[in-house]
């Protein structure tokens, strides 16, 4: 719970620095860091919402359709979430999504080539 507290911190100052809805990629990260630490501590449904925001903002920074690595993890990062709350569709159609996208960054090698 400490890390939450520091990581809310530090995304209330960089929201003040660039506002509330600016795309920045440190704002980002820290949504996506937010979400895994809600992950861990086993409350699915905040950690998607966090994931779904950063998810937001790395699209519109990288564009909805460009393949990139950060994009694929926060996929993964869904599937798992709604898994554990009990949807498999919906994490059945992230995993799908991070799938296609691992191939278009890593064509020979997939998702196992992102080590996650």
Known sequence: RKAIG?????????QSIYGENSEQLHI???LSNLGSEWCKLGDHRKAIS???QSLGMYRAF?????PH???????QNLGT???RVGDKMTANSYYEQAKRM?????????IASLHM
């Open 28 to 30: 980002a990260r820290l």
């Open 62 to 66: 990288y564009g909805d359709t460009s």
């Open 102 to 110: 691992a191939h278009d960054i890593f064509p020979r090698q997939g």
């Open 81 to 83: 979430s709604w898994e």
């Open 50 to 52: 966090y994931y779904e």
């Open 69 to 75: 690595p950060h994009i694929v993890k926060l996929l």
């Open 6 to 14: 520091y990581y809310e911190q530090s995304l209330q100052m960089w």
